[in-house]
């Protein structure tokens, strides 16, 4: 579906769905996803949750008429369902639509401006969450939506609801994250009372006609605001800028979004209006319109998330995420537990095959080798190679490879790094080994082994910790880039000619060291041997994750929490050294984590001009219990081709 910008907005953001005890029915999981005023007055309803809703006795009104029964295509929507119907009174050029339950709850409403939902209007980048756009040509009812947004965003959409209280002060604080001011001169807001008007925001106390770039305004609600209520926020078209709903207590003392301007709701240990949010209050509070990581589930599985450790911020001269701001969950709750890891937690490395770029590849800490495969938007085991994953030993069939990161050779096989024996946890066993993964064994043996523990005499201090600093992720980077972009030999100091190392195949491993945040780079040769290069910086405290990606043409340097969740793309500079590049953060929305796993598919895989990336969560940890991410590990988003 090609699509023009509609002036209607609600950004990707992370959203956490309430407990099922607090919202049993479900209703404040679904979304109006795509509306068209065009004639067959067409609605499509989307779930972001994990269980199906029913919608009996569901009404909808517009801005004309009272709550009218509509008959839906089915009385359910299924987790990650549509339903779709058509309005009973039609819908007008500049019209409202709201959604009720048949207890008279409102679930979602939106409001559009004149034509904006001809032929019709919809959420781009993501079902039920992201940007409401015009589309050029044609709709999707009842299936998903076009992926593809504009890149033109107008200063409007930058201001979100980011802070609310009902605990009699009615309070509302708005943030604005663009970077220039914007009027609200003529913007209103309302509750889910639809018996109120809307109430304009520079008429309300204390009284306001613009909020600054990267400030706030905050207001009084003359409408009150109570238990189990909205807020819903119009530009001075009437288009929906964006909305928070919330259960009973959840505002009180405040709801507020954690992080600050971008986040999901939670209820405020202490409501800090005018000012950045301080995060520090319980989760599951409001549900914002622009959903993030729905789907999440409950940890019946039983796994035990583990809240990351180690934060550092983020260094100067990062750059944001090119990509596109919205991220979903991409695998099925506590789906990593093992027999050497019945906690869940540890999934690491990552890596797309470039030869079937459908497989992605995943190292958990505990010895497992997975190979997935995308089902119904996520990634499971594929199990026609091993529906639980393959258990991976050290040469001989022994000991428990603390394995960090992999990455696909030129041969197909995978490379996995270890940076010690679980067994003997306090020695490091700093290792890259080469697996065959048309092996039919359920347990795997590798095919060659090369320690470099040797070459790190800083991690053998007896010290569990210092020998969990070693080799965290690994890249396998063909001759043909680096001769094609004259990399100097440190060995020779004259141009790289892989002729001179015949036994090393097609390309070297660049090994990334937890410890300092070096590479460091081998030519791993047939016979067992290896060949050193020397170190590379990446100017990062340290390295999770190492890929180099064909279609940026970069060797990419991931680090989680540690380095402010930030990729370090490195080039060959014209003196021949491979040097940083430019750094980007992580989309906003993303939970800072111990994210030690990042993948670019290829560009074979390109839609509109995007590709998938994916993180993995090692902690499993997402934004804390009762948040939609909690027990997941692998994350999905888009990155540029």
């Known amino acids: 579906m090609a699509l023009t910008l509609s002036g209607l907005l609600v950004t990707g953001m992370l959203a956490a769905q309430p407990a099922a005890a607090a919202d049993p029915a479900g209703y404040q999981n679904v979304r109006i996803n795509e509306v068209t005023s065009s004639g067959n007055d067409t609605v499509e309803l989307y779930n972001t949750g994990s269980t199906a809703v029913s919608i009996s006795g569901w009404k909808m009104s517009d801005d004309s008429f009272s709550a009218q029964s509509f008959s ?33 709850t409102v679930v979602d409403r939106v409001e559009w401006a004149t034509d904006k939902a001809k032929p019709a209007m919809a959420r781009c980048g993501g079902d039920g969450t992201g940007a409401w756009v015009t589309a050029a040509s044609s709709s999707t009812f009842g299936a998903a939506n076009a992926s593809g947004c504009p890149s033109s965003i107008p200063a409007a959409s930058r201001v979100r609801i980011n802070e609310v209280t009902s605990d009699g002060s009615d309070t509302v604080e708005l943030y604005n994250g663009g970077t220039s001011a914007v009027s609200l001169g003529a913007w209103k807001y309302v509750d889910n009372d639809t018996s109120h008007s809307a109430a304009s925001v520079s008429s309300s106390s204390p009284s306001a006609s ?24 119009l530009d001075g078209s009437g288009n929906t800028i964006d909305s928070v709903t919330w259960t009973t207590g959840a505002a009180k003392p405040s709801d507020e979004r954690c992080a600050n301007g971008t986040g999901w709701f939670q209820t405020a240990a202490t409501a800090t209006l005018g000012s950045a949010n301080s995060c520090s209050g319980s989760t599951g509070g409001g549900t914002p319109t622009g959903q993030l990581l729905g789907g999440g589930g409950s940890l019946t599985s039983g796994c035990t998330p583990e809240a990351p450790s180690g934060t550092g911020s983020t260094p100067t001269g990062t750059t944001a995420w090119p990509g596109g701001l919205d991220v979903t969950i991409a695998d099925n709750v506590c789906a990593f537990t093992t ?38 938007g996520k990634w499971i085991p594929d199990a026609t190679w091993s529906a639980t994953g393959k258990q991976i030993r050290f040469t001989g069939g022994s000991g428990e490879p603390d394995s960090e990161g992999l990455t696909v050779g030129s041969n197909g096989h995978i490379y996995v790094t270890s940076e010690r024996d679980n067994t003997n946890n306090t020695v490091p066993k700093d290792t890259i080994l080469e697996f065959d993964p048309a092996s039919t064994a359920t347990t795997l043996t590798p095919v060659h082994q090369w320690d470099m523990t040797s070459q790190f005499p800083q991690l053998n201090t007896g010290s569990k910790d210092d020998a969990n600093l070693g080799f965290e992720g690994v890249g396998y980077v063909p001759d043909s880039w680096l001769t094609a972009n004259g990399w100097v030999d440190p060995l020779t100091g004259a141009a790289y000619n892989p002729a001179n190392y015949p036994l090393h195949g097609s390309g070297l491993f660049f090994a990334g060291l ?15 041997t290896f060949t050193t290069f020397g170190t590379i910086a990446t100017g990062k405290a340290s390295v999770m994750d190492v ?11 991931t680090c989680d929490n540690t380095c402010g969740e930030t990729h370090t793309f490195m080039k060959i500079n014209a003196s021949g050294a491979i040097v940083p590049d430019v750094t980007y953060t992580n989309p906003a929305v993303m939970p800072t984590d111990n994210l030690e796993g990042f993948a670019i598919a290829p560009t074979s895989t390109c839609v509109s001009g995007f590709r998938e990336a994916v993180w993995s969560d090692d902690g499993i940890y997402g934004f804390g219990s009762a948040s939609t991410s909690y027990g997941h590990a692998l994350y999905s988003g888009t990155f540029p081709c």
Do not use: C, M
């Open 72 to 104: 839906p295509s089915s009385g359910t929507i299924p987790a990650g369902g549509f339903v779709t119907f058509n309005s009973p009174k039609g819908l007008g050029d500049s019209d409202k639509l709201v959604i009720y339950t048949s207890g008279g």
């Open 210 to 233: 613009s909020i600054p770039a990267g400030g706030y305004v905050t207001f009084n609600s003359t409408i009150g605001l109570g238990d189990n209520d909205s807020v819903f926020l």
């Open 547 to 557: 890929t180099y990606d064909a279609g940026t043409q970069r060797l990419v340097a």
């Open 339 to 376: 027999s050497t890891g019945p906690e869940g937690r540890d999934v690491s490395g990552l890596a797309f095959d470039p030869s079937t770029p459908s497989v992605l590849w995943a190292a958990k800490n505990k010895n497992w080798l997975y190979k997935l495969v995308k089902s119904n």
């Open 514 to 528: 937890e410890y300092d945040g070096s590479l460091h780079v081998y030519g791993l040769n047939s016979d067992g």
